[in-house]
């Protein structure tokens, strides 16, 4: 069973930066695409970024292009996603999610993380 685990969400002010971690554990496939999404409240979830093990490739949603940066580090299977210049629209819970098909954007996730809160004051 995959369990994935995020940490590094908090209160952060506009302009600032904070980084997400999730560490992935149960997954033997070399090959996978794992990334972000989020839910903020009283709205639906959406992909945020991707990181494509088969190939390094990534992807990113139009709101956080060129603000946020993913990475990954295969050996330790974890991957990062650096938030920078964040904005209070960027509030929100933000999950770590798995699928088995290597190709970005996720689109059949297999699992998910817990959710970390992510807080952007203005």
């Known amino acids: 069973e995959v369990q994935l685990v995020e940490s590094g969400g908090g209160l952060v002010q506009a302009g600032g930066s904070l980084r997400l971690s999730c560490a992935a554990a149960g997954f033997t496939s070399d090959r996978y695409a794992i990334g972000w999404f989020r839910q903020a409240p009283g709205k639906e979830r959406e992909r945020v970024s991707c990181?494509?093990?088969?190939?390094?490739?990534?992807d990113y949603s139009d709101s956080v292009k060129g603000r946020f940066t993913i990475s990954s580090d295969n050996a330790k299977k974890t991957v990062y996603l650096q938030m920078n210049s964040v904005k209070p629209e960027d509030t929100a819970v933000y999950y770590c999610?798995?699928?088995?098909?290597?190709?970005?954007?996720?689109?059949?996730?297999?699992?998910w993380g817990q959710g970390t809160q992510v807080t952007v004051s203005s």
């Open positions: 990181f494509s093990s088969w190939d390094g490739s990534t």
């Open positions: 999610a798995v699928q088995s098909w290597p190709v970005c954007p996720l689109r059949s996730v297999g699992s």
